[in-house]
């Protein structure tokens, strides 16, 4: 006969012992909660085993960190660290993984929305959301819900805007991230582009230059998949580039070994508010820091209605090249893989 009393006391023993083995790998590692950091309270922390995230509520509604093995990503100004709209009024480029609404030349500016005050929720042990004031500026209020994997680096970052004025609004989503600088960028080009490079590089001034002059530090590359793809290997003489590109994806190799990838949708149907049409652009600011920037479509967004655009970010552990030079296709594979 079975000894039902010593089963199910060795039953209980395994379960605690398989739990302890599996440790940071397991489902159960996931934790969302509120700490202090960067001279902010009230951010939020998302950790996994491997990936930590903290999102800052305080100035902005940004991420201040995306790391992996305690290796973060972004670039973040310690300048900064502790500063508010309501102390510093001229906080026009917090840094950190900042997210904007667009057109960028048609917009009024809207300070509330881009380094004000923001309310911050943990939602689970997973995901949690931060919510700005309605602005009178721009008649609109966002919503940014960030949510990590439990066993991976995917973050998801969705940002809604609602229209809270009494008349349409048109916006577009516009992904403003700062990544550690003097890195590789990636940015898939359109083999039908309207443009004759396939890019258009602004300045000097208001110039937006369609037929831009060969540089040693940017090449144009073949991918896994054959499609060309844009790779500015450093500092370029112009720092903003804009792309029409359809692909949905962006890759940044930063100097700390790490591979940094966006995906987003792209969607041939809307048109995009940029004057260009532009879909994607980078701002390779020399070795400082280089802005990632998805843009969304031009939204029509009609009173008490609201427009959704979502980022997926993966940061994978990849040895960077001395000699500057990416692996394109292997580099898409892996893009290619992130799910």
């Known amino acids: 006969m079975c000894n039902f009393a010593k089963t199910n006391t060795l039953i209980r023993y395994q379960l605690l012992t398989i739990l302890l083995l599996i440790g940071p790998f397991g489902v ?8 202090n950091s960067h001279g902010y309270n009230g ?17 902005g509604g940004r991420v201040l960190v995306y790391e992996r093995n305690g290796q973060n990503v972004l670039y973040v100004d310690s300048t900064q660290n502790g500063l508010t709209l309501q102390t510093t009024p001229k906080l026009t480029q917090p840094t950190g ?63 809604t805007i609602r229209n809270v004025s009494k008349s349409t609004k048109r916006y577009n989503h516009w992904g403003r991230t700062f990544a550690l600088g ?9 083999p039908s582009s309207r443009f004759p490079k396939g890019y258009i590089i602004y300045g000097p001034g208001d110039v937006m230059d369609f037929k831009p002059a ?40 930063a100097t700390n070994n790490l591979l940094f990838i966006k995906k987003y949708s792209v969607d041939a149907a809307k048109p995009y508010g940029e004057m260009t049409g532009a879909t994607t652009s980078i701002w390779y600011n020399g070795t400082r820091m280089t802005e990632i920037e998805p843009i969304g479509p031009w939204e029509t967004i009609r009173p008490g ?28 594979q892996l893009v290619d893989g992130c799910k």
């Open 97 to 159: 993984g900042r997210f904007d609404i667009g057109p960028e030349k048609i917009n009024p500016s809207h300070p509330v929305l881009w380094a004000g005050p923001w309310k911050a929720a943990i939602l689970n042990n997973h995901a949690a959301c931060l919510i700005s004031l309605p602005d009178t500026v721009t008649g609109v209020q966002l919503t940014r819900t960030f949510s990590l994997d439990a066993t991976s680096s995917r973050l998801s970052c969705t940002q």
């Open 28 to 35: 159960a590692q996931s934790t969302a909660r509120f700490i």
């Open 305 to 332: 209605r609201s427009a959704s655009f979502t980022e997926t970010w993966w940061l994978l552990d990849y040895a960077f090249p001395l000699n500057r030079t990416a692996d394109v296709p292997a580099i898409q």
């Open 214 to 253: 060969p540089e040693p530090t940017i090449q144009v590359r073949t991918g896994a998949d054959g499609q060309p793809i844009l790779a500015i290997n450093g500092p370029p003489t112009r720092p903003k580039f804009v792309m029409d590109g359809q692909a949905g994806w962006l890759a940044y190799l």
């Open 43 to 59: 951010c939020v922390e998302l950790r996994n085993g491997t990936v930590r995230v903290v999102l800052e509520p305080n100035a």
């Open 182 to 190: 003097g890195g590789i960028s990636l940015t898939p080009l359109n």
